[in-house]
């Protein structure tokens, strides 16, 4: 009766374990993070060395009205991973805002994330070996490009 017992209970938290380890992302706050200093560095961690970043901040009400859309993407099998990054994170993000007055987003090509400043937010990278090979930044391009993504990986 005991090794029964324990049988059940040990299948129990093996399924308890297993649904709670498939959470869906449905927010920012559910996604693996990147930081700045670490933009550049997760190619090792892809089969294709591809790998995106979206660049977001709080209290952003384009960054609120992609979210669905990057959620449908971090959340099919099979992909490139997609790591958030907040902007209003200064601590951890804060050197990727350039100065006051700079009014465009730079970084496009960039090798060393010193060379990435993001003006505006929300903003999609595609990373590939270490290096910046697109930079997108309206609201229309970025759903253009999570919808492409989305097919191709369908």
């Known amino acids: 009766m005991n090794i029964k017992k324990m049988l ?3 299948c129990f938290l093996f399924c308890l374990v ?3 380890s498939c959470k869906e992302i449905e927010t920012y706050d559910d996604m693996k993070t990147i930081t700045y200093e670490k933009i ?3 190619s090792n961690l892809s089969a294709s060395g591809t790998y995106y970043v979206i660049v977001h901040r709080n ?3 384009v960054c609120e009205g992609i979210m669905p859309k990057v959620a449908e993407y971090a959340n099919l099998s099979g992909i ?4 958030a990054l907040n902007k209003s994170d200064k601590k951890n993000n804060g050197g990727i805002s350039p ?3 700079v009014k465009v987003n730079v970084g496009l090509g960039a090798t060393n994330y010193e060379d990435i400043k993001l003006a505006s937010s929300p903003v999609l990278l595609k990373i590939t070996n270490g290096k910046v ?3 997108i930044d309206t609201r229309t391009n970025i759903l253009a490009e999570l919808e492409a993504m989305i097919a191709k990986n369908k």
Do not use: E, M, Q, R
Request: aromatic residues 4%; glycine residues 14%; positive net charge.
């Open 8 to 10: 059940i209970c040990l």
């Open 133 to 135: 090979v697109k930079l």
């Open 99 to 101: 100065g006051s007055g």
């Open 40 to 42: 550049l560095s997760k």
């Open 80 to 83: 490139d991973p997609i790591y």
């Open 18 to 20: 297993s649904l709670t």
């Open 59 to 61: 209290g952003c009400a």
